[in-house]
């Protein structure tokens, strides 16, 4: 038998043919956004490869260099944050590794805070001096070193507040103003970026204190309920671009499926965050009361350090509370092994409330002395609020610490 006069019968050869001139938007209008799950686009003709090779972005080629339930999404937080534009990608850090590559060569530098996520600091530690990328670190309570700490060589001006976990601020606005003082024509393309993460956009709108780049863990509050990994880049049209050009050769893309949960969880985000907010506020007050507590950190008390500065420049105090048990770091333990409501696990901003405790999670294996530094103490514990009944949080809370 010839192959040439064989009929094909294979039912993928028949599936393709039946969508053979058929066009990506079928449906007009859907409320939800659809999912895409695509990693390529048919061209109509060729025409479509050659209008694209031309530059008429227009025409659907890949999923890592577009995709419309990711632009979808990117679209809306844009909007969301107040920015011109967004790039989504596959995690927080891959969000953060390729805005920050996407601006600093080698020999080039940028300037930290220190109080970063673990991840970040690594980052920053481990992998930008290979890079011929140098850090340096401002003190939250001296900024007026970055008189001299920034160089003609600085692209970066780097920072994350809330810290983790002690909760600590730094003052966006005198950062962004002393950064703009040294700014002259050698320097005058210093990026200010800020991990938005722990506060999330509905506390700080870091855009309206002067601050160019927003990167955020949509991992965290954005997705909100602990089922996706997601990272987001947020700015003005041409410095998106530039780090989209980047994430085409990194590769951090999101997948569309985790764009779409994302899409889903945006549309509660606010209704959330709301809500993690007074639950914080209410349980934050009701643990400062306990004996076994020495200390509850939050920044929407007035016990609080930096509570005037909160006011000052978030909208709300985010859903991160932590607190320091007497007994240390066995007492710590005892707590949380006997929650019943919170959830004993790693990571935040999700509807269910979850416990960790620093010196074995974020701060692990880390030495008195560094601990001192970040102000980690063994008896911390770490609380992500979530959307509970309060009192039903209240209540864990206290039997748990009847048994420390
Ligand atoms: C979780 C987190 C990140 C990293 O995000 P991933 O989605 O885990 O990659 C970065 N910054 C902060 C503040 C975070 O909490």
Redesign the pocket.
């Known amino acids: 038998m010839s192959m040439s006069k064989k009929k094909n019968t294979s039912k993928l050869s028949i599936a393709t043919r039946a969508i053979h001139g058929k066009h990506l938007h079928a449906f007009k209008g859907p409320v939800a956004t659809p999912i895409y799950q695509t990693s390529t686009y048919r061209f109509e003709n060729s025409n479509d490869a050659i209008r694209y090779a031309q530059g008429d972005t227009s025409v659907m080629v890949y999923t890592r260099y577009h995709n419309p339930t990711v632009n979808e999404v990117e679209d809306r937080i844009a909007l969301m944050e107040g920015g011109e534009a967004a790039a989504l990608f596959s ?4 969000a ?1 590794t390729t805005a920050i590559l996407a601006v600093c060569k080698q020999g080039d530098e940028l300037v930290s805070t220190p109080g970063l ?1 673990g ?2 600091y690594r980052f920053f530690r481990d992998s930008l001096p290979g890079f011929g990328i140098n850090v340096k670190y401002v003190e939250p309570n001296s900024l007026d070193d970055l008189l001299y700490l920034i160089t003609p060589k600085t692209k970066i001006v780097y920072l ?1 507040t809330p810290t ?1 976990p002690t909760l600590s601020l730094v003052d966006i606005q005198t950062l962004v103003r002393v950064t703009r003082g040294v700014q002259t024509e050698l320097r005058k393309n210093i990026i200010i970026m800020i ?1 938005n ?2 506060a999330s956009i509905l506390n700080q709108n870091p855009f309206a204190l002067g601050v160019d780049v927003i990167v955020e ?4 509050y954005l997705g909100g309920h602990a089922d996706l ?3 987001v880049v947020i700015g003005r049209k041409k410095f998106v671009k530039d780090v989209k050009s980047l994430a085409k050769h990194l590769g951090g893309c999101a997948d569309p499926f985790a764009a779409f949960l994302l899409d889903r969880s945006i549309k509660t985000f606010e209704l959330r965050v709301n809500r993690q907010n007074e639950n914080a506020l209410a349980l934050a007050k009701a643990l400062s009361k306990h004996p076994k507590v020495n200390r509850v950190i939050y920044p929407g008390l007035s016990s609080h350090p930096q509570h005037k500065l909160a006011k000052k420049q978030m909208s709300g105090f985010g859903g991160m509370v932590t607190i320091e048990v007497k007994g240390g770091v066995k007492a710590a333990v005892k707590v949380c092994d006997n929650l019943k409501v919170a959830v004993n696990a790693m ?2 901003g999700g509807v269910e409330t979850l416990v960790s405790i620093p010196v074995y999670s974020s701060h692990v294996n880390m030495s008195e002395d560094e601990l001192a530094k970040h102000g980690v103490t063994p008896g911390m514990i770490r609380i992500s609020v979530g959307v509970e009944g309060v009192q039903d949080l209240i209540e864990d809370f206290y039997q748990a610490l009847k048994k420390a």
């Open positions: 995690s927080g850090m891959a953060i996520y991840g970040t994350e983790n991990d993460t722990f863990s949509s991992t965290k990994m997601g990272g990571s935040l």
